[in-house]
């Protein structure tokens, strides 16, 4: 059983930055791609990124690509997001999520594992 615990949300003005985490325990770390997801009020649920096991294939919604950057580190059980020139529309709760197969990284409840969500504000 994998648990991940995301964190470093919190309010920003648009034109910021933030990183968030993904700390993972309890199971093999490299089994998992690890996909972001985020969820704003009122919409559904959406794909943000995805990155491969090791680190060097990664996937971006079109909203986010040249703003957003997925990471690993494998040595630490942790992924990041980090977010560039935050717009409003990227407030959310931000969740990420592990599968253990590819194909399927975009897809929520297709997951095998998932965090319980940290909050995003962009807003002056």
């Known amino acids: 059983q994998v648990q991940l615990v995301e964190s470093g949300g919190g309010l920003v003005q648009p034109g910021g930055s933030l990183r968030l985490s993904c700390a993972a325990s309890g199971g093999t770390f490299t089994n998992y791609y690890i996909s972001w997801f985020r969820q704003a009020p009122g919409l559904e649920r959406e794909f943000v990124a995805t990155v491969s096991r090791n680190g060097p294939v990664k996937y971006y919604a079109d909203s986010v690509k040249g703003r957003f950057t997925i990471s690993r580190d494998n040595a630490k059980n942790t992924a990041y997001l980090q977010m560039n020139n935050l717009k409003p529309e990227d407030t959310a709760v931000y969740y990420c999520?592990?599968?253990?197969?590819?194909?399927?990284?975009?897809?929520?409840?297709?997951?095998?594992?998932w965090g319980k969500g940290t909050l995003v504000t962009v807003s002056s």
């Open positions: 999520a592990a599968d253990s197969s590819f194909g399927t990284h975009t897809v929520w409840e297709a997951m095998d594992y």
